[in-house]
């Protein structure tokens, strides 16, 4: 245990000043190396059996070191968002106690925060008996919600398949490409995912949808 503790230890050290070094406008966001040049700096070629837990101090330094400082005051990129302790904290609880959230029995603490993550969630957008999933991003939130829209026309499909229907789905011209991944998966099929113009501030035509329904019933 006390080697244990002394590794993480080190490991948190190294973690704090990466954190604080980020407010520096002197730091690079990222130490850029050609993928070639990388990959003869790191050893990252799999053993037959693995390190001692003082060997993987440095295997965590250079991780930092040629990682992309997305929590620097200078980084300016989508999906990204400055470092959050809480959610540093939260990732190292979860980490420790390495459950899963398949069940109440084995994680019953997180079970209930998911619950009224959920219930939250919900009541934002007016729904007074909603329920709800977390998914891992927003690809797989489009698709489960082309999921949902399927059950409600054709809740047979889950069961028996499309068969004979030929279901056709109705996105805006600026919808992200996903929907099209998620019309493939579903048997949909990508020439039936319909398009629809949208005006100057990028909202989708209630008119054009219309014309596009009429269209696809005729």
Not at 69 to 95: C, D, H, K, W, Y
Not at 148 to 166: D, I, M, N, S
Not at 188 to 217: C, Y
Request: glycine share 8%; hydrophobic share 40%; aromatic share 6%.
């Amino acid at each position: 245990m006390k080697d244990t503790q002394t590794t993480l230890n080190k490991a948190v050290a190294l973690i704090l000043q990466y954190l604080e070094s980020n407010w520096h406008p002197e730091t690079k966001v990222v130490n850029y190396q050609a993928a070639d040049v990388l990959q003869e700096k790191l050893d990252l070629s799999l053993p037959d059996e693995g390190v001692t837990l003082e060997e993987l101090i440095p295997i965590v330094e250079s991780y930092l070191q040629y990682s992309v400082r997305t929590g620097s005051t200078q980084f300016f990129n989508l999906l990204f968002s400055g470092s959050s302790i809480p959610g540093i904290l939260a990732e190292m609880v979860t980490s420790a106690t390495n459950t899963t959230m398949h069940t109440y029995d084995v994680a019953p603490v997180a079970t209930l925060m998911e619950r009224e993550l959920i219930k939250n969630l919900n009541s934002l957008v007016g729904f007074q008996q909603g329920e709800g999933l977390m998914v891992t991003g927003g690809s797989n939130a489009n698709l489960v919600g082309m999921l949902c829209g399927r059950h409600k026309v054709l809740p047979e499909a889950k069961l028996k398949g499309l068969g004979h229907h030929r279901l056709v789905a109705f996105v805006s011209e600026q919808a992200h490409y996903s929907y099209a991944k998620a019309a493939n998966l579903m048997g949909i099929g990508i020439e039936n995912l319909v398009k629809v113009n949208s005006d100057r501030e990028g909202k989708m035509i209630p008119e054009a949808l219309e014309a596009a329904i009429q269209q696809s019933l005729s």
